[in-house]
């Protein structure tokens, strides 16, 4: 079975905190991805990579950055969190262009 | 602009009645297509997919039709049962290398299934 593996399930960080969220993916995948979910917003993609050291934006960049020095790891940098940034984060990773994206169990983020 | 849409956020059935889940999409570079149900603090978890070559796909009690020319596709559970109740994510991907491997998915439909 494929397993996306997220740090940590729930987070409280305060407003300024630089926030780490990381994803770890078993199955040798390229291409992996950072979305967020918010009620009423559906999935809105922040970061993709499709190989290491790569990164593209997605529709939702500002106040993030990514890291992928390696290709099982993919991360997520809040470099100064905000409350607006009080969000589900998902990571997901896939294979082939015709095969499904496999999401992490998700980290509910709280900034206060 | 939202090339994936959702139109309905919710939709209640009866159980063991036929839920209709509806999609409309805007880029037509998009040429592969799914479905992901969602529980609450949970990933999404992968459903069923349909390729542009193909105007329907079966799986069990789910089907998704794709109709190009509308840009339109629908996910069918017969019959509805009361754990299929969950939020569905309708997804698309464009079909070259590169960035078009993104999923850009649509705002999601609530579906209820009453027992």
């Known amino acids: 079975d494929v397993k996306v593996t997220q740090s940590s399930r729930y987070l409280v960080k305060r407003t300024g905190e630089k926030v780490f969220l990381e994803c770890v993916q078993d199955?040798?995948?390229?291409?992996m991805f950072w979305y967020r979910q918010d009620p009423g917003l559906g999935l809105r993609l922040i970061y993709f990579s499709y190989d290491v050291k790569m990164k593209e934006k997605g529709d939702i960049p500002e106040g993030y950055s990514v890291s992928r020095e390696k290709k099982e790891r993919f991360s997520l940098i809040l470099e100064s969190a905000s409350t607006n940034q009080t969000s589900m984060y998902l990571c997901?990773?896939?294979?082939?262009?015709?095969?499904?994206?496999?999401f992490g169990q998700g980290t509910r983020l709280t900034v206060v | 602009d939202q090339q994936v849409k959702q139109n309905s956020p919710s939709l209640s059935v009866q159980e063991g009645r036929i839920s209709i889940l509806n999609c409309d999409y805007t880029n037509s570079m998009f040429d592969y297509f799914l479905w992901y149900k969602k529980y609450p603090a949970e990933g999404p978890t992968f459903l069923i997919s349909?390729?542009?070559?193909?105007d329907k796909n079966e799986d069990g009690r789910f089907t998704v039709f794709l109709n190009k020319s509308a840009k339109h596709l629908s996910l069918h559970i017969v019959p509805s049962q009361p754990g299929d109740s969950a939020v569905y994510f309708c997804a698309a991907r464009g079909h070259s290398g590169g960035s078009n491997y993104k999923l850009t998915f649509g705002k999601g439909t609530l579906l209820t299934v009453n027992p």
């Open positions: 349909i390729s542009s070559i193909k």
């Open positions: 997901a990773s896939s294979s082939l262009p015709d095969t499904e994206a496999f």
């Open positions: 199955m040798d995948h390229e291409n």
